[in-house]
């Protein structure tokens, strides 16, 4: 009596003859699967939020959020103003790459007025006093086909003059 059912053969399946290399293609893929998952989470891939600053002569600008995201991902940037003189008309100007790619979800608290100059989202705030503070949240999601890097630089103006421009990048991946 054959001690192997139909169509196994002792050579192919218990001896694995002719399959040399496939058990080393399966555990190599595995520890690829493994490494994206340990490289998740030592955050090579974003989500953990850092704070950038820049400041003038007039107010400060600091930006809170992650500079790296996934796509569907939901997260939140936080920018805060600090006026170290009185800014009569406080203009946000966002670089393009805040919209790109990207679905705002919510702005709080909502600007007077939202326009755009040269491609760049303008949000109007009322005036500010020395030392006044302004904080705003950005509440986004990642659309899941944006992928690269793109410029969510952030300039602080008085009506349409610059007072502090502050440099940023978002990197996104799949």
């Known amino acids: 009596m054959d001690p192997y059912p139909d169509h196994l053969d002792r050579g192919r399946h218990h001896d694995l003859t002719g399959r040399g290399h496939q058990p080393w293609v399966r555990r190599i893929a595995m520890v690829v699967l493994g490494a994206l998952v340990v490289l998740g989470l030592l955050n090579v891939f974003g989500q953990r939020s850092e704070t950038t600053r820049a400041s003038g002569a007039a107010a400060a600008l600091e930006v809170r959020g992650p ?7 939901l997260y939140q940037e936080r920018i805060t103003v600090h006026a170290l003189q009185s800014i009569q008309y406080p203009r946000l100007v966002l670089s393009q790459g805040w919209a790109d790619g990207l679905q705002i979800n919510t702005i709080e608290p909502s600007p007077q007025s939202e326009s755009t100059r040269q491609g760049k989202l303008v949000f109007s705030y009322d005036k500010l006093q020395a030392g006044d503070k302004l904080e705003v949240w950005v509440d986004y999601q990642v659309n899941p086909t944006h992928v690269g890097t793109t410029d969510t630089s952030v300039e602080l103006d ?5 007072l502090v421009h502050l440099e940023r990048h978002l990197v996104a991946f799949p």
Do not use: A, E
């Open 67 to 73: 500079t790296k995201v996934r796509g569907g991902l």
């Open 158 to 162: 008085n009506q349409s003059t610059p």
